[in-house]
């Protein structure tokens, strides 16, 4: 059972193909709809809030909410709509904004031909790269050269140039006169012990030798990406792109920056070009040029190109109709006023960017992490399975999907790419901000680090838990036992050599489940046990220490459905009554039996919870605030415990046949769900002392 999406949702999943989107995974689960922002802050339609930690796509770099520029898009289209920019015309906005640009930029990038997105600069820029070669008498020169992970834009042509794999799968691409090179990229291609100098001459070496491959009079230009951002914020090292750009020189190539992502504050300047004294001889600007307010590119030209142009030509037969739209051009120059009155490109040289990279720095020793790398305000967290050997996971996408998928559920929007992690906020951005992004990634990488491990561990535990005698000569106290699961993981549990204590509230129940297990030849004793009762585990660790003389493990199995009602309809008795079954209870059993299970050398804890609460019934009222909190006290108990031998984990039975299932569920067929005793190993395998990991939600559901 899925939430009902709601009406704008479900319009939009039933009319829009979102670009880079499965169309299936929108059809069983609805998109989240923003409504409005502020800061580095979004918000959805439910309220709830979101830290994004991604500028929109690289863009938002003022942040969101400036009425400044809405006013000055209002006061625009007040005045003046819309004008072409074709023949000879043109508007106020679009020539301010021209010369602004050439102001700005590099100096030598003096010309600017307008476009609306990244994609229709990088565009225009190989019609313009073979236009300049045709017009100087080499029309030989068309091939473009990009890069193993490249991206410049969604066109034919563009898509083409990018070194995307699975954008050429889709609509016969790549077309022809386009070649590409290994990008540089250390991590993945740098040989061990090699330093940043010496990978940067071998990485820009291989532009070269495809240069020589092709024959430089075939060659048009090499395009590249300061920092390729879509790529997985694929950093060079120093000296890389100088090394690129004399080569280009050296061969008579042009040598084209797309700086979509990397321009208007993102490193640190107003463009990667100023930031390494480069002089290319086209520029793609987009994105920050108007922090996304409104769609507008630009694509600078160095005078080179420029004169051949106006001299040559003709006449330009190339333009879009909303190039240099009066109204993008007049946002845009007001954003430009933004970032320069408040000092933001220095904000990020001068401060983000050093706490930026600190703040990333401190994941740096975690398991799962190969490299944390970062400039100016954009970074990437590359996850790996194993670090020493350089272990990449298999398939690649999964792990870092998963990460993403957890960190948007807490609250922080990242980007996936491959396994890496990419990380590029508003430059408006706090450092409390930062650290949230940071904290947030590490805490979603523990869990994810232990549900790893519980696969494993399950894998290595699977000999010791098929037939065999797993929990010989332990204890083990299991709540809820007289039946469904409770019932089920003890007769499992004396299968297994363990001796069972099961508890309830009705003795007849528990005496019956007992039964079976005396004439299996397990060993069992009753407790009637009732958890409603605050009183009822008072005294409980002396009469079980006195009678049994330890306690390895405990099951809290027990607990109640509750009213199926979202909190503002449900009664505070009901409220209580649940809390105190589910949550409450269980503290005070843990509360109780914690000097036992510390004195054990295999003390464990299982709390049996529930994914329905927080998956497809959030709106359980009572039922999901408890179990949320049975979560959160499992993983400070799990903290509390850590230096001791105790281990303390949940597990989910997700859809098993139960009695409280079918309550909550009245319309599944309970023909198609499994038995609880078809789910047991998971049971046994986390009480075993061959368990090492602590603090995991672990679906009863995993296989080994």
Aim: proline content about 5%.
């Amino acid at each position: 059972m899925t939430a009902t999406p709601s009406d704008l949702a479900r319009l939009d999943r039933d009319h829009h193909l979102h670009p880079f989107t499965d169309p299936k995974v929108l059809q069983d689960d609805a998109p989240i709809v923003m409504a409005g922002g502020m800061g580095s802050t979004l918000w959805d339609e439910d309220g709830k809030l979101y830290l994004d930690a991604l500028a929109g796509l690289w863009c938002v770099n003022v942040g969101y909410g400036r009425k400044e520029l809405a006013e000055v898009a209002a006061r625009q289209i007040e005045q003046l709509a819309y004008y072409n920019t074709f023949f000879k015309t043109t508007t106020g906005p679009t020539a301010a904004l021209a010369a602004r640009l050439a102001d700005l930029m590099p100096a030598g990038l003096d010309h600017v031909v307008f476009a609306n997105s990244g994609s229709e600069a990088l565009d225009t820029i190989v019609r313009f790269c073979r236009l300049f070669w045709e017009l100087q008498g080499k029309p030989e020169k068309t091939v473009m050269i990009g890069r193993e992970e490249g991206y410049h834009g969604s066109t034919l042509a563009t898509i083409s140039l990018g070194g995307t794999v699975a954008m050429h799968a889709q609509g016969g691409l790549p077309l022809a006169g386009f070649a590409h090179v290994n990008t540089a990229y250390q991590f993945r291609h740098g040989a061990p012990g090699e330093s940043a100098e010496a990978f940067a001459g071998r990485a820009a070496g291989w532009v070269e030798a495809k240069i020589l491959e092709l024959g430089a009079d075939s060659v048009a230009g090499v395009v590249v990406e300061p920092v390729q951002g879509a790529g997985g914020v694929i950093i060079p090292p120093p000296g890389y792109l100088a090394q690129v750009q004399e080569i280009c020189r050296r061969h008579d190539v042009l040598f084209v920056l797309d700086e979509v992502v990397s321009a208007f504050g993102r490193l640190g300047a107003w463009s990667a070009a100023e930031k390494f004294g480069l002089a290319p001889d086209f520029m793609a600007l987009a994105k920050g040029l108007s922090s996304g307010y409104q769609p507008i590119s630009a694509v600078m030209i160095g005078r080179r190109v420029a004169e051949t142009l106006i001299e040559k030509s003709g006449g330009l037969a190339h333009g879009f109709t909303y190039a240099g739209h009066p109204v993008a051009a007049a946002v845009a120059l007001a954003n430009l006023d933004i970032i320069e009155r408040e000092g933001l490109i220095g904000r990020v040289d001068d401060d983000l960017s050093d706490y930026f990279a600190s703040a990333l720095a401190r994941l740096d020793d975690h398991p799962m992490v190969g490299e944390v790398r970062s400039e100016g305000l954009i970074g990437a967290v590359e996850l790996v399975q194993q670090r020493d050997p350089k272990i990449h996971f298999d398939p690649e996408g999964i792990v870092g999907a998963v990460v993403r998928d957890q960190m948007q559920n807490r609250g922080v929007i990242v980007r996936a790419v491959r396994d890496a992690l990419v990380i590029a906020p508003p430059l408006v951005v706090t450092h409390r901000e930062i650290d949230r992004i940071a904290d947030t990634l590490r805490m979603v990488l523990d869990e994810i680090l232990e549900q790893i491990a519980v696969v494993g561990d399950d894998r290595a535990l699977a000999e010791l838990t098929a037939g065999g005698k797993a929990l010989k000569g332990l204890t083990c106290l299991i709540t809820g036992a007289s039946r469904g699961i409770g019932a089920a993981v003890a007769e499992r549990y004396a299968a297994e050599g363990a001796r069972v204590v099961l508890a309830a509230r009705s003795q007849k129940d528990l005496d019956a489940v007992a039964e079976r297990i005396r004439k299996a030849g397990g060993q069992v004793a009753t407790l009637a046990l009732d958890l409603n009762d605050p009183t009822a585990t008072e005294s409980l660790a002396k009469r079980i220490g006195d009678k049994l003389g330890q306690l390895d493990v405990v099951v809290a199995n027990h607990g109640v459905l509750g009213e199926i009602a979202p909190l503002a309809e449900g009664a505070d008795e009901t409220f209580d009554r649940t809390v105190f079954v589910n949550l409450t209870a269980t503290y005070r059993l843990l509360r109780a039996l914690d000097p036992l299970l510390r004195a054990s050398p295999s003390g464990r804890a299982l709390l049996v919870t529930s994914g329905a609460a927080q998956g497809a019934m959030p709106d359980w009222g009572a039922y999901a605030a408890s179990k949320a909190g049975l979560e959160a006290l499992a993983r400070a108990y799990a903290a509390e415990t850590r230096s001791t031998s105790v281990r303390v984990n949940l597990i989910d039975p997700g859809e098993v046949r139960t009695s409280m299932r079918a309550t909550a569920f009245p319309e599944e067929d309970p023909n198609r769900l499994p038995k609880p005793e078809e789910i047991t190993g998971v049971f046994v395998r986390l009480a075993s002392p061959a368990c090492s990991f602590s603090g995991a939600r672990v679906p009863a559901s995993v296989e080994v």
